[in-house]
């Protein structure tokens, strides 16, 4: 009884929204899935997107540090290591500041996440 007055209740304030809000949140859902499954089943195990990307990234950031605030920043050739439990062949990329590591970039911080969530929110 409790659960089909929620039902109705939700979908009554659901059809009051506008219909230009009612599908952004569909396309908004649709994408989230979209990018959970796409990542998690074929671009996380690959590696190839998140390893080129973490080094571009940490070329990048040297670069604005050098050019923005000292010069002296290097990034180090990449580091790879193997973890099963993360799916094989991982890149990690270090920035250094005479010949001191200062920055680490790990393949899950190079924000390809925060892109694809930036381009979907324009696509929606």
Request: one cysteine or more; aromatic letters at 20%.
């Given at each position: ?12 304030k ?18 989230l ?18 390893n ?6 940490a ?13 002296g ?18 890149t ?20 390809l996440s ?11």
């Amino acid at each position: 009884m409790v659960k089909s007055l929620f039902y109705k209740v939700t979908i009554a304030k659901w059809q009051q929204l506008p219909t230009v809000l009612r599908n952004f949140v569909i396309r908004a859902l649709l994408l989230l899935v979209f990018w959970y499954i796409g990542y998690g089943y074929i671009i996380m195990p690959n590696g190839r997107l998140d390893n080129w990307l973490t080094k571009e990234t940490a070329k990048a950031t040297s670069y604005c540090l050098n050019n923005g605030y000292k010069t002296g920043f290097t990034t180090v050739p990449q580091r790879f290591f193997d973890d099963d439990k993360l799916g094989g062949l991982h890149t990690m990329q270090y920035i250094y500041y005479n010949n001191q590591p200062v920055i680490f970039i790990f393949r899950g911080c190079n924000a390809l996440s925060l892109y694809f969530l930036y381009v979907g929110f324009l696509l929606c």
